[in-house]
């Protein structure tokens, strides 16, 4: 398609970037800033497709336009490798829909919960699609991904698997008038009760026999935390359930009980969790006992000062699992979350006992794996216990990390046991 568009002979919105500020683009990489743009041609509104030239004028992608955010443009249509550049229209994005729940397909056995669609990730910017049994949570922090909210909600209602399907409009970069109800529906029935799933237990997970193969968990779609759950830690959940048994286990940053109940499924001697969120800690009760499993210590507490506590009180335990929440959300704030991650990752080694593991996660992206690892080993340093990795964590396959968007990986985790 050329500048003149198919309706009517109106000119396409475009962005004419200046001189030298295609490089981005080029590798493939989807966020435009306003600094990178010379000109905007013709009155796009808010999620409308504009076409993205260079100063010279060479159609270099489609992109939905999103004005008031740092990021003024969000592609959805690169040169494909004939050169063209698709239109971004109902067929591309129902396309790309089927593409991504497709990848998602060997998970089934496994699981019904699964994030369906992750953004940049599967192509279609600003977009997530969890799913959570027989509801998909939609969540679209772009105006490009909610010019598309028609087609999603059809699309993800015909789905054999989906009954319901809802929307969280409560993250960043929305403005929510007060009042607002953080979730709509916006195709099917929707109760508005608990939504209940499941997880195949790893082979080798010490299990009495009574429980069967899969544990659950109450999620609450309408007001908890990311849509509800951290699916993206499903895989350390399986290895903390295979790891347990026998082990006194520390939960910090327990949310809903993921972990707690993966240890004390693998038969943890003992499991204690620590968070901030009483109505957390709540649920993670409930999942506990749902699951036919011996009570936690739940305790509601800031984990910075509790586990001072525990230090002052000689406390060890056996297994420690740090997962706090996005301690960085830009790079400014990269140094003081590495002395926050520091802090915790040096009481946990305080209080590890010897031949003991810990699994420390960051969720945030600006930290990166290295850097992170470089902020272990000065706690276990200044700890003075010696930490071997046994193994590294990080995103599932349903969170994948797109190459030409670095941005896309986030979750990193150690698996460390202290030596001697
Ligand atoms: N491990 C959890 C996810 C943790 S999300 C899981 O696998 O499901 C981060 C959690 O940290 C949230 O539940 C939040 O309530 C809690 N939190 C944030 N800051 C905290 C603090 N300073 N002390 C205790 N809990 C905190």
């Given at each position: 398609m050329g500048p003149m568009g198919p309706m009517g002979g109106h000119a396409e919105p475009t962005l004419v970037l200046r001189a030298g500020r295609d490089r981005s683009l080029r590798r493939r990489h989807p966020w435009i800033f306003?600094?990178?743009?010379a000109d905007v041609v013709g009155a796009p509104e808010p999620g409308d497709v504009v076409a993205v030239r260079s100063a010279?004028?060479?159609?270099l992608a489609r992109a939905s336009f999103e004005p008031?955010?740092?990021?003024?443009a969000r592609v959805w249509a690169f040169g494909d490798p004939d050169g063209a550049v698709p239109a971004v229209d109902d067929e591309l994005v129902a396309a790309r829909l089927e593409a991504a729940v497709g990848a998602r397909a060997p998970l089934d056995a496994r699981t019904d919960?699964?994030?369906?669609v992750h953004a940049e990730s599967d192509l279609l910017p600003g977009l997530v699609v969890d799913r959570y049994g027989p509801v998909a949570v939609c969540h679209m922090t772009c105006a490009g991904a909610g010019a598309h909210r028609n087609l999603v909600a059809r699309w993800l209602a015909a789905r054999?698997?989906?009954g319901a399907v809802v929307e969280r409009?409560?993250?960043?970069?929305r403005r929510r008038p007060t009042g607002t109800p953080a979730l709509r529906v916006l195709a099917g029935e929707w109760s508005g009760g608990p939504v209940i799933i499941h997880e195949a237990v790893p082979p080798g997970a010490p299990s009495?026999?009574?429980?069967?193969?899969r544990w659950t968990f109450e999620v609450d779609?309408?007001?908890?935390q990311k849509t509800g759950f951290?699916?993206?830690q499903r895989d350390s959940r399986r290895l903390v359930a295979t790891v347990a048994e026998g082990r006194r286990v520390l939960d910090l940053?327990?949310?809903?009980g993921g972990f707690a109940v993966a240890a004390a499924w693998g038969g943890a001697a003992e499991v204690t969790t620590v968070d901030s969120s009483a109505p957390a800690q709540a649920l993670a009760a409930t999942n506990l006992a749902a699951n036919g499993l011996p009570p936690a210590r739940l305790v509601a507490a800031d984990v910075f000062t509790d586990l001072r506590a525990r230090r002052d009180a000689g406390e060890t335990y056996d297994l420690i699992v740090v997962d706090p929440p996005?301690?960085?959300?830009a790079e400014a704030e990269v140094r003081r979350a590495t002395r926050a991650y520091k802090d915790l990752n040096w009481l946990a080694c305080r209080l590890l006992a010897p031949g003991g593991l810990l699994l420390t996660f960051s969720c945030?992206?600006?930290?990166?794996p290295g850097l992170f690892q470089k902020v272990v080993f000065g706690a276990a340093l200044d700890a003075r216990v010696d930490l071997q990795v046994v193994g590294r964590l990080g995103q599932p396959a349903?969170?994948?990390?797109l190459l030409s968007v670095p941005e896309t990986e986030y979750l990193k985790g150690l698996v460390c046991r202290r030596a001697g």
């Open positions: 306003a600094g990178a743009v010279t004028g060479e159609l008031g955010s740092g990021i003024l919960a699964v994030r369906w054999p698997e989906i409009t409560d993250r960043a970069g009495d026999g009574e429980r069967g193969d779609v309408a007001s908890g951290y699916l993206d940053f327990g949310y809903t996005k301690l960085a959300h945030s992206g600006a930290v990166d349903d969170h994948p990390v």
